[in-house]
């Protein structure tokens, strides 16, 4: 089957695990109730918390982690692939991973992400953030696959690292890539759309971004539009900033009709750089 349907969760994730559970699982529902058999929840699922204590406070090990333990059941019983954005979950006393992931019909997972790009900015409204001082960075791409094709995943400020993307459609197989995230409200409104649109484009890709938006109770607000793109870079549905489920039906045959069109993933050439005041190397 080439066509699936396709539901992006939207979010205002609070500093409470069980409640963001709770939340999300009735948007799932929401989801599966509308024919969804794909659903994409965002980053920072299960928490956004700005104090290491309370944060370290909250969360637990993969193997313990309730909401983790939750969405398992959720996708089993509804029988739908459940893409869980990201859970923060500890992997040492004072190290989190930021982990994604994609859990099969069964309740089984499929396939685990840690993000790679840690957000670590100074913004010029004088919002700092500094990612890596409770995560721990990850060093594997990852791609899955569904039964409708193969899915990259990446995470939020992963957005911004376009040959991981190359990497996940050229020799990962790619044809859906995916951004769950939790973008700040400046950088969203600047960049945000053009950013998701060029990745979809350059590699041909559906992409589905499932977002975080709205004012969460630390204070932070995050820019929601969760998006879904096609692989010619057209915006096929767009939420707004509340919570809410977004849906559509993605045909796969889409992604070999625009790389006939334009197949650049063909195209790439080694090369070598130099300074162009630098002389070229005399032959032997």
């Not at 104090?51 to 959720?74: G, H, N, Q």
């Not at 039964?147 to 995470?155: F, S």
């Not at 900033?241 to 849906?247: A, F, G, N, R």
């Amino acid at each position: 089957m080439a066509t699936f349907r396709a539901a992006l969760v939207q979010t205002t994730s609070s500093r409470l695990p069980e409640r963001n559970a709770e939340a999300v699982e009735a948007l799932v529902r929401e989801a599966a109730a509308q024919g969804a058999q794909y659903v994409q929840t965002p980053e920072n699922t299960n928490i956004i918390e700005h104090e290491a204590d309370r944060f370290f406070a909250a969360i637990s090990e993969e193997a313990r982690d309730p909401v983790l333990k939750r969405l398992r059941a959720l996708a089993a019983e509804l029988g739908i692939w459940l893409h869980v954005g990201s859970l923060a979950v500890k992997v040492a006393e004072t190290k989190a991973a930021n982990r994604a992931f994609v859990i099969a019909p069964d309740g089984s997972v499929a396939a685990r992400y840690d993000k790679i790009h840690l957000f670590d900015v100074d913004l010029a409204n004088g919002e700092q953030y500094r990612e890596s001082a409770k995560i721990r960075a990850g060093g594997e791409a990852v791609t899955v696959d569904l039964p409708w094709g193969r899915l990259g995943v990446a995470i939020c400020y992963d957005l911004r690292f376009p040959h991981l993307f190359r990497a996940l459609a050229q020799e990962g197989g790619a044809g859906i890539l995916s951004v769950p995230a939790a973008f700040t409200k400046p950088t969203g409104e600047a960049h945000w759309h053009v950013l998701l649109r060029a990745r979809a484009i350059e590699n041909g890709c559906w992409l589905l971004a499932a977002a975080q938006g709205g004012v969460h109770e630390t204070g932070r607000q995050t820019y929601g539009h969760s998006v879904i793109i096609d692989p010619w870079g057209r915006v096929v549905a767009e939420a707004g900033t509340d919570p809410c489920v977004l849906v559509a039906d993605i045909d796969m045959a889409e992604v070999a009709a625009v790389r006939g069109r334009v197949p650049a993933l063909q195209h790439d050439r080694d090369f070598t750089l130099r300074a162009a005041d630098k002389p070229l190397k005399a032959s032997a």
